[in-house]
């Protein structure tokens, strides 16, 4: 299998910093607003998809890219075709058969007054009809499935499903994913979830293994709940920062085995999960990211687990995620990591906004409302009193980004917790709605506005979720 060096998450433009995208893609404005043919001609190529895509009816036998999105689009979409098994049946089941766009020259449709990145070559759309603009994502056997989505995030790609101001789950582009690591304030919700562990459970992989640690390799490692004695203990390293609780890893060598926690990232690189993007490891190329020389190692194996399976140094070994998939790690070489208490967190913001709701007369009102799909008139008291929202709405963007990474989890060991990941949409639903009050100022009439214009989303995601209060 060929070794293809992706790109490190840092090389992609970051939108939010002015002058980026014109200067990694170049500009792709002509005169008058239009297009610019001569960049177009200059900066965009063609790729053939690895399956048979089709676009209102007619086949698509190729995508217009960005040049600089190529071997990047190539390698995600390779990847998919073999996590699908090369079977078009599963293509087709999960809807990864709908091309909905690739390069066209206009504007955001969430933010009109800059470019969209279809404008550079730099975006693809997919499954539209079953991921559309505005609504959030489910793991519901109808929108993408995850394991498409983290093969765009394996290479570093945004997905629109992270965006924190309106979703657009159909949507990826090749900008700098704002990973759980970015300083504060530079944030998306997600880098490659932990279910990816789920995809590649009993998948092995044969790669190169080298020990790392002890007393003559004491080092700091990259997960801050790792306890100082880890060396001590089994444990590995990945080349990539997973985000929150770490799947385990079971290693063999010599007709032995031992079950691993991941205490650390690497040997070597620190974005390239291999597992993910039907690759082998990058560093077995000679020289890592950023161009050291390298042993070629795959996976680094603390001094406990290289001597439970007999492994001197360096060795092959074999290497899978255990079927559990993503699992709080509970190793003596990690602390304890504490269990939340989701029920009365979420049991708290409820009697938050609760309070609120009847604070200001307006319960019954939006009861009715929700209850009739979101149609109606809504009036407010004018006395309404908000000042507590913009605090409501603080905790409950951090505990919904917290709850949508722990409850998928948790629930492996408390299946009674389930039912509580369908109620997170409504809470993002809530949170939207939250914003745009607390934009609304004291003005009675465009607070009512607000809520009158998320109102009927809201229902509609009370009733996809089958979720009663």
Known sequence: MPTFPSLSKQEWPREWISGELDNFYGDPRGAGGRANSAWAQENLTKIVPPWAMRSDG????????????KDSLTRILNA????????PAKIKAAHLDEFDGSYNFRVNVNSPSRLSLHAYGAAIDLAAAENPNGAPWHDNGRMLP?????????????????????????????????????PLGQQQPASISNSSAHLTANTKFTVTGTVFGGPQDDQPVAYPDV??????????????????????????????????????????NINDPYWMTAARPQAEAGTDMSGRRTNGAGIDLTPAAAAAIGLDGKGQVVWFFDTTGAEPMSDASTTHIPQLNVLNELQAIKNQLDGLIHKNGAALQIDQIIKQGGNGQLTLPKNVDLSQLADVNKQLEVFVQLATNILPVISIFVPQLKVLIPVLPVLTGLLKMGDDIAGAGSDPTKIADALAAHLKDVAQQVQASNFRA
């Open 80 to 87: 998919i075709w073999e996590s699908a098994g090369r079977d």
């Open 58 to 69: 007619g086949a698509v036998s190729q995508i217009t890219v960005h040049k600089k999105c």
């Open 146 to 182: 995850r394991w498409a989505i983290d093969a765009f995030l394996a290479e570093g790609w945004s997905w629109g499903g992270d965006f924190s101001g309106t979703p657009d789950p159909m949507h990826f582009q090749a900008t700098f994913n704002r990973h759980a690591d970015a």
């Open 227 to 268: 306890g100082p004695d880890w060396a001590k203990h089994p444990g590995v390293a990945l080349p990539f920062k997973f985000r929150g609780p770490r799947p385990k890893v079971t290693v063999s060598a010599n007709g032995k085995s031992v079950v691993c926690p991941i205490v650390d990232v690497g040997p070597w």
